[in-house]
Nanobody
Framework: KVQLVESGGGLVQPGGSLRLPCAAS????????MSWVRQAPGKGVEWVSA????????VYADSVKGRFTISRDNAKNTLYLQLDSLKTEDTAVYYC???????????RGQGTQVTVSS
């Protein structure tokens, strides 16, 4: 059974940074693409980023390109999202997802809240 557990969220000021880990289990982690998606209050799920199993391929939504960095540690079965230069519009619940996934029809964790506010 796929299990994904996100952590690292919190309240941060505009321009600040956070690092979100996602601990994965129940599947061959190093083989599979992984993604991050987010959902802001009152809005639909937005795909944020994805990374290949070996980490050699990364892709980003235009809204976060140059500010967010996806990475993974296959020895620890952990996916990461580094959030830098945060903006108020980045406020959302952030989810890691199994596969190259836009959030629909794929396994996700319970999410971690990121709030960007002064």
């Amino acid at each position: 059974k796929v299990q994904l557990v996100e952590s690292g969220g919190g309240l941060v000021q505009p321009g600040g940074s956070l690092r979100l880990p996602c601990a994965a289990s129940g599947f061959p982690f190093s083989r599979d693409f992984m993604s991050w998606v987010r959902q802001a209050p009152g809005k639909g799920v937005e795909w944020v980023s994805a990374i290949s199993g070996g980490g050699g391929t990364t892709v980003y939504a235009d809204s976060v390109k140059g500010r967010f960095t996806i990475s993974r540690d296959n020895a620890k079965n952990t996916l990461y999202l580094q959030l830098d230069s945060l903006k108020t519009e980045d406020t959302a619940v952030y989810y890691c997802a199994h596969g190259y996934c836009n959030g629909a029809g794929c396994d996700r964790g319970q999410g971690t809240q990121v709030t960007v506010s002064s």
